[in-house]
Nanobody, 120 residues
Framework: QVQLVESGGGLVQAGASLRLSCAAS????????MGWFRQVPGKERELIAR????????RYEDAVKGRFTISRDNSKNMVYLQMNSLTPEDTAVYSC?????????????WGQGTQVTVSS
């Protein structure tokens, strides 16, 4: 079981950057796939970035590819999302996510999320 707490959201202007942080509990963090989701009103939660449990293979959705970077520090039980060139379309609640268990390939745990708002 994993508990996740996000931080780093806020209000920024278009073109700005933010770095979100996720603090994870648990003694098997290094074995969990981690990711970031975002959700806007009226739409389903969308997976935008994921990072593997081994040496850090990453995948991104097309909407954020080239602008967002996911990373992790297993020694500190932390995962990050660096967001650059933000646009109003990036406005959403961003949630950190963990796999259902060690070495799992599907997500089963989410934090409460942090709000990111991008103004024109």
């Amino acid at each position: 079981q994993v508990q996740l707490v996000e931080s780093g959201g806020g209000l920024v202007q278009a073109g700005a950057s933010l770095r979100l942080s996720c603090a994870a509990s648990g003694d098997t963090f290094s074995s969990y796939m981690m990711g970031w989701f975002r959700q806007v009103p009226g739409k389903e939660r969308e997976l935008i970035a994921r990072i593997s449990w081994n040496i850090g293979f990453t995948r991104y959705e097309d909407a954020v590819k080239g602008r967002f970077t996911i990373s992790r520090d297993n020694s500190k039980n932390m995962v990050y999302l660096q967001m650059n060139s933000l646009t109003p379309e990036d406005t959403a609640v961003y949630s950190c996510a963990a796999g259902t268990g060690p070495w799992a390939t599907d997500f089963g745990f989410w934090g409460q999320g942090t709000q990111v708002t991008v103004s024109s």
